[in-house]
């Protein structure tokens, strides 16, 4: 119980120096899913979570989890599907006896999985994913190494996880923001190139600048960039677009 407790005490250390705007939120994702295998004696890790809307594996320390993985996708029933629906754990002590997941534990001993487990991640009462991790060993994954070890770790891997989610959330919102106010900035100094030719109110100015994005099958930011540009390379108003 000492190595398990020295393991957990370690993991548990690098989980908290993680700062979750020093990579992406898939690398992020990824160095969790590389500290668990380590931390709870796993010889393959992935983490289960929705990608496009569907659950898919997300980050991997082997591509052979994938392919393990596959098999319950493809069925529609595995325990790390069980584990991020239910919220439960998901433990095959042998996957050449185990008849709840037969399918996938099939593709497992293919690859020379013999146990299996997989732990529901969520933080403030949301499911966020599962963390599967996967044995060559028979009894990797017993009694003690489940609740002294592998949940406490999924437990503390949840709170990274959810602090990541928000930040990059939060990161794409502000970009997505800044990009609006820089099209917009752009398309007023459009506008008002079309409004130094004369004769044009500012709504009219810019239904061209919309007639000429429908004509040239090109987004509105692009046709305003393109005028504005052309105006700063001349030094002088450009010509509007007809």
Known sequence: MADYEDALAEGLAALTQ????????????????????TTCSADLAGITMLVDGKPSTGVFTDPEAIEIDEAQYSSGSGPCLDAYRLQT??????TASDATWQVFSRKALEHG???TLSLPLSARGEALGALNLYSRTSGAFD??????????????????LANAQVYWDAHQLNEN?????????TIDQAI??????????????FDVLVRASQRENRKLREIAEALVQRAIDRGQPEAAPS
């Open 177 to 185: 923001l800044s990009q609006a106010l820089r099209t917009r900035s």
């Open 143 to 160: 009694e003690e190494v489940i609740q002294a070890q592998a949940m406490t770790f999924a437990h503390q891997a949840s709170i990274v």
């Open 18 to 37: 993680f700062f979750v705007n020093d990579g992406t939120l898939t690398e992020t994702l990824h160095k969790v899913a590389v500290l668990s295998v």
């Open 192 to 205: 008002g190139i079309v409004l130094s030719g004369g004769g044009r109110s500012p709504e009219e100015a």
């Open 89 to 94: 754990i998901c433990h095959i002590p042998s």
């Open 113 to 115: 999985i013999v146990t």
